[in-house]
């Protein structure tokens, strides 16, 4: 009886593992991210410097040759957790992200017709412990979703001034059919 358990038990074994899915490669040798990002996205990896008082963190330098448009305007948005802010999508500028605390999901979907990523579903996860920049291309509909437990803050550096009287700023709501992404249950537009 003793043995017949212990067969039984080896083949729940090799059913489970006949129907797992392996966890695939996230990083690569260097620690850098495999995820494949949409057409014209980067990141730059910022520096930050901690001792016993604080922190100072880098945050932007035109000298990292990071962007090719130089820095231009900026401000500060938060979101609260749990929320979503999004879809949007700009047609004159690129947004650029950096999160000073807080833990966001960013999510992206690509429409471009020329892009080799056209109907790819990208999302990058930022926070205010890995500090890093992000740009989101021209056309790319994009929405943000806190994931912490706190408010995400993020700095945002478009490449262009906002236009009070035409705000280059397009939306559709955040369970749109036209997007092949789920939020669940999360609120926001």
């Not at 040798?29 to 410097?49: C, N, Q, V, W």
């Not at 605390?101 to 992206?108: D, F, N, R, T």
């Not at 471009?112 to 999302?123: E, L």
């Not at 490449?159 to 997007?179: A, G, V």
């Amino acid at each position: 009886m003793h043995d017949d358990l212990r067969a039984g038990t080896s083949d729940l074994l090799q059913q489970t593992l006949q129907a797992a899915v392996q966890d695939q490669r996230t990083v690569d040798e260097k620690r850098r991210s495999t995820a494949p990002l949409l057409d014209g996205m980067s990141f730059y990896e910022s520096i930050r410097h901690d001792d016993d008082r604080g922190s100072v963190t880098e945050i932007y330098d035109p000298r990292w040759g990071w962007h090719p448009d130089p820095l231009v305007f900026s401000y500060v948005f938060t979101i609260r957790p749990g929320m979503v802010k999004g879809w949007g999508l700009h047609k004159q500028h690129e947004d650029r992200y950096f999160v000073l605390s807080g833990e966001l999901e960013l999510v992206l979907f690509d429409p471009r017709p020329d892009s080799s990523t056209c109907g790819k579903i990208c999302k990058v996860f930022l926070s205010g412990s890995r500090p890093r920049l992000v740009n989101v291309p021209k056309f790319v509909w994009h929405a943000d979703r806190n994931i912490g437990s706190s408010d995400v803050v993020v700095v945002n550096f478009p490449t262009i001034q906002y236009d009070h009287s035409k705000p280059d700023k397009y939306r559709l709501p955040i369970d749109t059919d036209l997007i092949p992404y789920s939020f669940g249950d999360a609120k926001g537009w």
